[in-house]
């Protein structure tokens, strides 16, 4: 194993360890980031694929300028907002419910949910009838899982994000007593099934991620021995779409396509690890060739899909969207389109805000909690967790739900009276302005 390879590894038992103390974030920024990219880099270095290789000086620095950046971010947010008084996690969750009890106009909230349901239900029967089928039910649902939808509808479609994140919210939040929560449960079903016609796995790990640090911040109930059957049904249902998807192909297929270095009996850990290290390969190889910038194209990405520009300027200045691929595997980590883009400079200035925006809305979910804080730090979390094979930011579908998030929320918090908690103790807290 090399250096950078055993530094990586006891950064992240190091990391993993510090889960162990009482009371500690699971999901503090800083700690997840650091156990991700730590990992990941551990594993890229064990270099078990033919594909892999060594890495250039310039490669290495460009890489860990975009991490450094990000860490830079999230130091700096803890020097504006320095921790000292931060709530207990447990505080946290007690302050979040007393907040969806007295804020939160639960009415409002219901009625929204139902009505985007029914937009997002008119867009998928029109697009379904459109195409003919979904892809599930098609004879290639490999090529119509990523041709199906029509522009404009499939953005409300796509909302199928916002409606779930909405709806759960509403579960966890809203008091008990509330009598719409079974149409609510009810509703979360009816995504969830029809939106897996669609075979987009990429969409339900995004949602899953985000619902579950939502539900760490608000319940209890997200611990090792509780979670467990549920993250594994989850990841149960990922591996059926990706079997769905590829049914044709035998999986042992996957250890000689990806060159494995180790034994056959264990072709089952190739997709896994290629899934994981490819990303980091192709970024290292891409900055060693790339001779030439697109100066926000790729960062920007959402604003130019939404405005129906985006194809006819790839086609106009003959943009390859994904050069130097190594052997089809076609992500990125998350640096490389600010690279792309804008070349170091970019590397430096893009992550380091992302980093100093998330740790904000950290300190802030951590001092004085609400749910729209809540919602998009949960968001942030998901940002981290995929950061190693892309960014989300750039993306009009995971966008278009955030905004679609601020816009539900300023409309359903209430702004009078009810923003004060009442009470005293742990749970009374000035208004806000205050």
């Known amino acids: 194993?090399?250096?950078?390879?055993?530094?990586?590894?006891?950064?992240f038992a190091l990391l993993l360890l510090s889960l162990l103390r009482r009371d500690t974030d699971?999901?503090?920024?800083?700690?997840?980031?650091?156990?991700?990219?730590?990992?990941?880099?551990?594993?890229?270095?064990?270099?078990?694929?033919?594909?892999?290789?060594?890495?250039?000086?310039?490669?290495?620095?460009?890489?860990?300028?975009?991490i450094a950046a990000l860490l830079l971010g999230l130091a700096t947010a803890a020097i504006l907002r320095p921790p000292i008084d931060f709530l207990s996690v447990a505080?946290?969750?007690?302050?979040?419910?007393?907040?969806?009890?007295?804020?939160?106009?639960?009415k409002k909230l219901f009625w929204t949910i139902v009505i985007l349901f029914a937009a997002y239900s008119t867009a998928y029967g029109i697009e379904t009838v459109i195409e003919g089928t979904?892809?599930?039910?098609?004879?290639?649902?490999?090529?119509?899982?990523?041709?199906?939808?029509?522009?404009?509808?499939?953005l409300i479609v796509n909302a199928m994000m916002g409606i779930v994140i909405l709806a759960v919210e509403y579960m966890l939040v809203v008091p008990a007593s509330e009598g719409r929560r079974g149409t609510v449960g009810f509703i979360i079903f009816l995504l969830v099934a029809s939106y897996f016609l669609l075979l987009q796995?990429?969409?339900?790990?995004?949602?899953?991620?985000?619902?579950?640090?939502m539900a760490y911040y608000t319940t209890r109930w997200v611990r090792p021995r509780n979670a467990f059957p549920f993250v594994a049904a989850f990841v149960v249902g990922l591996f059926m779409i990706n079997q769905i998807r590829a049914a044709r192909y035998i999986q042992e297929y996957v250890y000689y396509l990806s060159k494995m270095k180790f034994s056959k009996d264990l072709w089952f850990l190739a997709e896994p690890y290629m899934y994981i290290v490819m990303n980091l390969e192709n970024f290292a190889r891409a900055v060693d060739k790339l001779d030439h910038h697109f100066y926000g194209y790729f960062t920007f990405d959402?604003?130019?899909?939404?405005?129906?520009?985006?194809?006819?300027?790839?086609?106009?200045?003959?943009?390859?969207?994904?050069?130097?691929?190594?052997?089809g595997y076609n992500t990125y980590a998350f640096?490389?389109?600010?690279?792309?883009?804008?070349?170091?400079?970019?590397?430096?200035?893009?992550?380091?805000?992302?980093?100093?925006?998330?740790?904000?809305?950290?300190?802030?979910?951590?001092?004085?909690?609400?749910p729209l804080t809540l919602v998009f730090y949960a968001a942030s979390v998901l940002v981290i967790v995929v950061s190693y094979i892309m960014n989300p930011l750039n993306r009009l579908d995971f966008v278009s739900n955030l905004i679609l998030l601020w816009f539900v929320h300023r409309f359903v918090i209430d702004k009078g009276e009810g923003r004060r908690y009442e009470g005293t103790g742990p749970l009374s807290v000035p208004a806000a302005g205050a």
């Open 335 to 370: 640096h490389w389109w600010y690279y792309y883009d804008f070349g170091i400079l970019g590397v430096g200035i893009f992550p380091f805000v992302t980093g100093l925006v998330i740790g904000l809305l950290y300190s802030r979910l951590r001092t004085v909690p609400d």
């Open 1 to 11: 194993m090399t250096i950078p390879g055993v530094i990586a590894f006891g950064v």
């Open 201 to 213: 796995r990429y969409t339900f790990f995004v949602v899953g991620v985000i619902v579950l640090a």
């Open 91 to 106: 505080e946290v969750r007690a302050r979040l419910r007393q907040h969806g009890q007295s804020k939160i106009h639960h």
């Open 26 to 66: 699971a999901f503090s920024p800083a700690r997840l980031f650091g156990l991700l990219w730590s990992g990941a880099i551990g594993l890229a270095e064990l270099k078990l694929s033919a594909y892999q290789h060594e890495w250039s000086l310039y490669s290495w620095l460009v890489f860990l300028a975009g």
């Open 134 to 154: 979904v892809p599930l039910f098609s004879a290639r649902p490999d090529i119509l899982r990523v041709s199906f939808g029509v522009f404009g509808l499939h």
């Open 302 to 327: 959402w604003i130019l899909a939404l405005t129906g520009l985006k194809h006819w300027l790839a086609e106009y200045f003959q943009i390859e969207r994904l050069p130097f691929l190594i052997s």
